[in-house]
């Protein structure tokens, strides 16, 4: 990722932008805090192969931090920084992370392990360590993902992995060496490290990061001032833009970037009349990376996700294998895909079943066209999307269930107006329960993202004729009576 480091040099691979001072780092520096962190975390005992766990916050140390640990042959574990204590306290048990990488200001439980970042910003100018190179197969990092039981699943991906997100450069983005890209997301973001900062670095392009507490409304004037060429961002924050700005006047801007969640049609025609440019939408999933996409050269039609990128081989599977064009099944990736996951840690029957021959099923439905475009017909199961992050509403569910005085809950989400949808919880107890209460407590036990917004009192859960709760109907009614 960064073998282009020393023809570039001088040139900015890096931006922080804050409303008053900007922050950067060349390609030499970057390249040298990195290996210098690298030969720091290996001096304190960590040896290649060993788990490091990172509770940092949306700063720079969060990417130096995360490449110093593949540089020295470490397998990185990236963690939102809005887990609370205990979520965090039972990766660890699963994990069994050699060393911890945290910012104080980061919810973690107490460990023997952990590195503070103050030592770990010293690192940065440590002599530089020799990249460790191997098997493209090994495993290289690992992030957390939902899982339909409820219980969050360790994503094993490999070093191949960065091979995998070439086919994006032309199939989703049209990244060139003098791009700027302007990421939207927190440093911390495993979409910000990679479409924000890693692919552009690849590729010899400048990345461009808001600071921490940068608004949305004032991201159009940093576009401008900074000559952005391409912004990425989740849906939620292109609609938050267009609440403040009817018009975006960036002269360098080509186009956008849009994943994390499906992008509403209503927002990417406004955002087209307000700056001039197209939004162009890629479909991906923490078991691998984005490899369905429109791009410049291949706009898709409108509602849908467009085709698989190039290199991607890619299929609609039903009972009794790949559906012919037309048909509906299930999106699924091929075994051999560079971007797909060597399974999940310590699970090798939740891996297995995954699979259906030669084809990873991604639990997405869709239908094919001629031409190769995919209309996302929606999930076939209860997941939940908040923010781009996925949501088991198993896991929810368990929690808000020990609180006192509920009897049954369930968790869907809800559509509160049109392409907004938010997580609520629907629960029975005798009477209604203080919704101040369930929401600290909700927020004293979950990520931010996991949280309900809404807790609504029923008689009774909707269930089906084997007794499991029909989540789908749930939403139905809210919906109905709104």
Not at 208 to 215: D, M, N, Q, T, Y
Not at 274 to 300: H, K, V
Request: aromatic share 6%; charged share 20%.
């Amino acid at each position: 990722m960064l073998a282009r480091a020393a023809d570039l040099g001088a040139k900015p691979a890096l931006s922080i932008l804050g409303p008053d001072t900007d922050e950067t780092w060349s390609f030499a520096h970057l390249e040298s805090a990195v290996r210098g962190t690298a030969t720091g975390l290996l001096r304190r005992g960590l040896a290649p192969g060993d788990i490091v766990l990172m509770r940092l916050g949306n700063t720079v140390d969060f990417p130096l931090a995360y490449l110093g640990a593949l540089a020295a042959g470490l397998v990185p574990v990236p963690t939102a920084a809005a887990l609370t204590e205990p979520e965090v306290a039972a990766i660890i048990a699963t994990l069994g992370p050699k060393a911890i990488l945290r910012d104080p200001a980061v919810p973690c439980p107490p460990a023997d392990t952990i590195i503070v970042l103050d030592e770990l910003r010293d690192m940065r100018d440590l002599p530089p360590a020799e990249w460790h190179m191997g098997d493209p197969d090994r495993l290289g990092y690992i992030i957390y993902t939902s899982g339909t039981s409820g219980k969050p699943s360790a994503v094993m991906h490999a070093h191949r992995a960065i091979w995998a997100r070439q086919m994006m450069v032309r199939g989703w983005y049209d990244l060139r060496p003098d791009d700027r890209v302007m990421h939207a997301g927190a440093f911390n973001w495993t979409y910000t490290l990679g479409t924000g900062l890693m692919d552009p670095w690849t590729t010899g392009a400048t990345a461009l990061i808001p600071a921490a507490g940068v608004a949305p409304a004032d991201l159009p004037e940093l576009m401008t001032c900074h000559e952005a060429s391409i912004f990425a961002a989740a849906p939620g924050v292109y609609r938050q833009i267009l609440k403040h700005h009817e018009r975006i006047d960036a002269p360098s801007l080509r186009h956008g970037l849009s994943a994390g969640e499906k992008l509403p049609a209503a927002v990417a025609r406004a955002w087209k009349a307000a700056s001039g440019t197209a939004i162009f939408e890629a479909y991906g999933m923490s078991e691998c990376s984005t490899f369905l996409s429109a791009s410049p050269d291949r706009p898709a039609r409108i509602g849908t996700l467009g085709q698989p990128q190039d290199g991607r081989r890619i299929a609609l599977i039903g009972a009794d294998g790949p559906v012919a064009v037309g048909q509906e099944g299930t999106i699924a990736i091929h075994k051999s895909d560079p971007g797909l996951m060597l399974g999940y840690l310590g699970a090798a029957e939740q891996t297995a079943q995954k699979y259906q021959g030669d084809w990873f099923l991604t639990g997405d439905q869709g239908v094919m066209a001629e031409d190769g475009q995919i209309t996302y017909l929606g999930r076939n199961d209860d997941m939940l999307n908040a923010g781009g992050f996925r949501v088991s509403p198993i896991e929810v569910e368990q929690s808000l269930a020990k609180f006192p005085g509920i009897h049954a809950v369930g968790v869907a989400e809800v559509e509160v107006r049109p392409d907004v949808t938010v997580i609520a919880a629907f629960y029975t107890a005798d009477s209604p329960l203080d919704e101040a209460a369930l929401a600290l407590y909700a927020q004293d036990n979950m990520a931010r993202y996991k949280q309900p917004r809404l807790f609504i009192h029923l008689p009774e859960l909707p269930m089906g004729a084997n007794g499991k709760l029909l989540r789908r109907s749930l939403r139905a009614a809210y919906e109905a009576q709104r």
